[in-house]
């Protein structure tokens, strides 16, 4: 069966969360490289001293230890459950919100117009666009910030609770892609998202699992150096959780909920030739041409949105830490 109150979140979710792109601002288009390395691609290598990969050690493999601990939550503690938290296998529901920013509402839209398209979704699950257009890492770092309040009625429209909800797709950064110096704006930015993820499993006291996404490219040369190093961030804060650090503690008695990547989405546009089709900015086949974005080069637009949609449900709906209550 279907999830009827899947478009119906997402609608009451999204459509006052879209942002105009800026006046006057326009898309480059032969900005196609910025020569940069993909984290994935990167590996063992560095960046300014920072090593590549998307986990410890360089690799793009969650350590197995991080990897155990997420599936026995996804097994064990994200189960359907009624208006007030307590289990409920028949009638109750796992709830998976979105938090972030412009770009975030438009993938997130997307991506339950798409999940809704899946045979194999769960009848249990409801999807509730939480993202809001304009609103950076600054904006929900802050818990009284009036971006919960938003999401709380978006909840609340959806027909669901705060008790229900149970995983996280988290996608954010600081407004115009300013980090400023590296490696310190990116540390800057992993300490908002952690203030994020805890100020999220504060609010919702059932939230297991939190699944962090990276910026796709930019065609605006100013913000590319931002939208790269952001995936540094997410890369840090994640690490620093499998490192056992105790701000980032998860599960019973935590502050946060357990992290992952997911996915990471950055590409060096169309690749050192500049040739769509041709070698492409990632290793896997991935690249952002400039009809994938909107005409301020930023934001994605249609093909953007259905890209950073179909990698989701790709993920999603293979990854141990998610099929358990994903899928049927």
């Not at 839209?109 to 769960?122: D, H, I, P």
């Not at 149970?166 to 892609?177: I, P, S, T």
């Amino acid at each position: 069966m279907r999830i009827t109150r899947v478009a119906v979140a997402a609608l009451m979710g999204g459509a006052l969360a879209l942002v105009p792109q800026t006046a006057g601002a326009a898309a480059n288009c032969a900005h196609t490289s910025t020569g940069l390395v993909p984290l994935t691609d990167l590996g063992t290598g560095t960046y300014q001293g920072a090593q590549g990969g998307l986990y410890p050690g360089g690799t793009n493999t969650r350590p197995s230890a991080h990897h155990t601990a997420g599936v026995n939550l996804a097994q064990n503690q994200v189960l359907p459950r009624n208006a007030a938290g307590q289990v409920d296998l028949v009638n109750g529901k796992v709830v998976l919100i979105s938090i972030g920013m412009s770009n975030t509402t438009q993938e997130f839209q997307k991506f339950v117009q798409t999940a809704g398209q899946y045979s194999g979704l769960s009848s249990k699950l409801v999807l509730v666009d939480g993202a809001q257009g304009g609103k950076d890492a600054s904006a929900w770092a802050d818990p009284s910030n009036t971006t919960w309040s938003v999401l709380a009625g978006r909840l609340s429209a959806a027909g669901v609770t705060p008790a229900q909800v149970q995983a996280v797709w988290l996608k954010e950064q600081f407004v115009g892609d300013s980090l400023g110096a590296f490696p310190a704006g990116s540390q800057n930015l992993r300490n908002a998202l952690a203030n994020i993820v805890r100020n999220a499993r504060t609010k919702y006291g059932n939230l297991s699992l939190g699944y962090v996404a990276s910026r796709i490219y930019t065609y605006d040369p100013a913000r590319s150096a931002g939208a790269y190093q952001q995936g540094f961030a997410v890369k840090k804060l994640i690490q620093d959780q499998i490192n056992g650090d105790p701000t980032l503690s998860y599960g019973a008695g935590g502050v946060a909920p357990w992290l992952s990547w997911g996915p990471y989405l950055w590409a060096d546009g169309l690749g050192p030739d500049g040739v769509a089709g041709g070698t492409p900015g990632r290793s896997d086949g991935l690249e952002w041409k400039c009809s994938d974005l909107e005409g301020d080069g930023v934001h994605p637009g249609p093909a953007g949105e259905q890209k950073v949609a179909d990698l989701m449900l790709a993920q999603f709906s293979t990854d141990a830490t998610t099929t358990p209550w994903f899928k049927n």
